[in-house]
């Protein structure tokens, strides 16, 4: 703390006023520098199609090498063993995970996915997706991109609305 304090140009004192707890300037770092990708796209095409946005960001999970990726393990990891940052990290997650149902919402109104999925569920699947590219970086284990992105686009491709106007029986 005193080293962030410093580096901040603030007393430890000013820090603590600021910050309840180290947990507590551990999760607003996370809000501050955490990945936006996502929320970025979204904001620049917002009429783009859902399951383009989760493959364009898929895409990239693997190659992902940003400091706040390495600050998001750091923080699980912290949350694990400490109860004052898994509160939190847990309202953190929470937050991420509603953003992200609501983005499957969004994309089940619009038609783009089935409507008996569980956004919660789809979200917690990428949000470990997401959590999981912090730890498997590319020198761990490198992967094809294009084998990457065939794989992707059949996973969004499955999340799509099934054709229930077809015959039984019949091709789709």
């Known amino acids: 703390m005193a080293d962030i304090a410093a580096a901040a140009g603030v007393s430890n004192g000013a820090l603590y006023a600021h910050f309840g707890s180290k947990a507590e300037l551990l999760v607003a770092a996370l809000r501050a ?3 936006r990708l996502l929320a970025t796209l979204f904001a620049a095409e917002p009429d783009r199609p859902i399951a383009d946005l989760l493959v364009d960001v898929g895409r990239r999970l693997p190659h992902r090498r940003e400091a706040a990726g390495y600050l998001i ?6 949350a694990r063993r400490d ?3 898994a509160l939190p990290m847990r309202d953190y997650i929470g937050e ?3 953003w992200l149902a609501g983005l499957v919402h969004v994309g089940q109104a ?3 996915l089935d409507t008996t ?3 919660d569920a789809l979200a917690h699947l990428c949000l470990l997706l997401a959590m999981g590219s912090a730890l498997i ?3 761990l284990h490198a992967v094809n991109d294009e084998e990457w992105t065939s794989l992707l686009t059949r996973i969004v491709g499955a999340l799509a609305p099934t054709d229930t106007t077809a015959p039984t029986g019949a091709p789709q």
Request: charged share 25%.
């Open 96 to 98: 991420r995970a509603d």
């Open 83 to 85: 109860q004052d940052v």
């Open 117 to 119: 999925l569980s956004p």
């Open 110 to 112: 619009a038609g783009e």
């Open 33 to 35: 520098h955490g990945p």
């Open 73 to 78: 393990v750091e923080a699980l990891v912290a």
């Open 137 to 139: 970086t590319p020198d």
